[in-house]
Structure formats: structure tokens, C-alpha cells
């Protein structure tokens, strides 16, 4: 568990990612969060990775913690983790509308 070893994990995760590897691109970004908690650029990844899965709500915490993170030096990143944010807030709104509405048409 060497802190190290974090970089590594994020830039394996960027290759899985590319790769089209979501779910394993995932466990390395946890990974690297594991070994190096500071590690900025692995929570926007992550998020990112989370909204493409459709995992809305774990996206946004992700995206959270960054703009918490972050240095001020990153304002593009941080202002498109801001727009980032607010998209996600308005899919999982929906998520939940249509869930309760198929709830009621289906019964």
C-alpha cells in the first residue's frame, strides 16, 4: 500500500477507460483514492466515469469531493465540475420521476 503506487493506478484507469474498460477503470481510481486520498484528478475521473455508467448520485459526490480538493489554479476543471454537477442533479430528478411514474403505470 505504498502511495506511490496511486499515479500508477490512475493512469492505468485512464488506459482502461480508453480501452472501454469502465468498470475496471473504476477499481483503479479507488485505488489510487485508497493510496492517495488527495488525489484530485482521480475523483474528476471517477466521476466522470460514474456519469457515463449512469451512476448518477456516486458522480456527483465524486465531483463534490474535487471542487472541495482542488486548487484554485484548476478553476476550468472546477467551473466544469459546477456545470457537471448541476446536469447530473437534473438526470437523477428525472431518474426518480420516471421511476415513481413507472411504479404507477405498471402496477
Known amino acids: 500500500s505504498d502511495p506511490r503506487y496511486a499515479r500508477a493506478y490512475f493512469n492505468r484507469g485512464n488506459v482502461k477507460g480508453n480501452l472501454g474498460r469502465f468498470e475496471e477503470e473504476l477499481l483503479d481510481y479507488d485505488m489510487a483514492i485508497s493510496l492517495a486520498p488527495d488525489m484530485v ?30 486548487d484554485k489554479s484548476m478553476k476550468e476543471y472546477i467551473d466544469a465540475a459546477k456545470t457537471r454537477i448541476k446536469e447530473l442533479k437534473k438526470n437523477i430528478n ?14
Open 94 to 107: 428525472q431518474s426518480r420521476f420516471s421511476t415513481i411514474r413507472n411504479k404507477y403505470l405498471n402496477f
Open 41 to 70: 484528478e482521480a475523483y474528476n475521473n471517477r466521476a466522470f466515469t460514474k456519469t457515463q455508467l449512469g451512476r448518477y448520485a456516486e458522480a456527483l459526490e465524486d465531483y463534490k469531493k474535487f471542487i472541495k480538493l482542488a
